[in-house]
């Protein structure tokens, strides 16, 4: 018995890594988009006073949360099949993605419109703003803000979650991973080097979120306080 | 003469949280230029009453008239009511994420159309009215309760206001704070603003009131100009001003 390690192989074939590196984080970025819109606009909808709208948005993130990523996955795939639609398995994969990280992204984000005083809310109906200047400008940056280090781990959850897709052959990083273990005979290695690959996406997602949050709450960076 | 109509009436409000009787056919009115101060103990219903002016919340019976607009119709147009009313807070309730200078333009901007260099312009100038030139471009929390209450008053005046409600605007402030966000509402008061004020300082209110209501279970129990307060008619008037509580 002994570890004999070979690297070389796996890594003459950088350039299908990279690939599926750049696939996973078009994913990612692709989901989180639209997964973050759709779970904060369910925020607000899970509080509206039309009975139908939050039984609604209640009931899309029950389902999702009580599913597993990979079922919902080929629920997207078998069914947008099922209906006559073709769609890239990067489309699907996306959409799947989006659907899933929205349910969880509405649970954050109600804990941030939670979390807003009402005053905040009186004082500016009191300045006469309608109700979507109200959210826009007083409820959803400070929400956002009172929840932003829960919504980077979550985004970084699905960026690492995106590897299920390679289920349906979206040629992320991980497909690419069983691709090359299976061509070089080298698995352990493949794994290795595609586990490091993740580490350095989720350092990169981490680090966006990190800037972003710059751009989005100046006061923080005025004062010197961190999230 | 013609006597001009008042600019707030409330005609025998009524309104109940569950069964707590809060108001209990209230009435009053302030004129045009009038300044009238809200007194009476912790669950008088002195707050619901200035609150149900500016419609934040909905009474049970009664009448509600401000700058000529039925409040308590169910139709009632709630942007413009509050377009003509200003209200500020006990806990001030700016806007925490914007700078001082946007918290006043938020409304002009957003709800008049102003353009933004008019707006800042305003609200340079409301500021200069409370004494905060220099904070255009501060944080709400760099600033200390009396300063925070200070702009929140010059944020509700860009609006331009007819009426402006003040609902225990320095019970959250130190006798210290409390003397400048006075002095900010005498000098409205000098300029002609109308305004009802919910208050607890008597000294305050001596001294800036017009007329007085005192209210007491829900009901008005004595109404009046200021006098009243050095000269009550009814016992529980004296002993409140007595207690200065």
Redesign the interface.
Known sequence: MGLNLDFSVVLERWPLFLDGAVMTLELAFMAILIGGAVGTLCAVGRGSSNRFIAALCAGYVEAIRNTPLLVQIFLVYFGLASIGFKFSAFSVAAVALAINVGAYTAEIMRAGFESIPTGQIEAAEGLALSRVQVYWHVILLPAIEKVYPSLTSQFVLLMLASSVTSQISAEELTAVANYVQSDTYRAFETYILVALCYVVLSLVLRAAFWALGLILFPRRRRLGTSL | MMQESPLVVLDRVYKSFGALKVLDGVSFSVGRGDVLVLIGRSGSGKSTALRCI?R?EKIDSGEIHVCGRRVDAPDID???L??D???V?Q?Y?????LTIAQNIM??PV??KGMHKAAARELAATMLAKVGLSEKLDA?P??LSGGQQQRA?IA??LA?QPKVMLFDEVTSALDPQLTGEVLKVIEALAADGMTMVIVTHEMGFARGIARHVVFMHEGKVHEAGTASILTTPATPELAQFVGTGL
């Not at chain 2, 309730?93 to 994420?97: E, G, Q």
Request: proline residues 4%.
């Open positions: 500016d934040f709630l942007r413009a509050r377009q009313v200003g209200i807070f806990s309730n700016l806007f925490p994420h938020l409304a957003s709800v944080y929390e760099q929140a944020r509700s609006m």
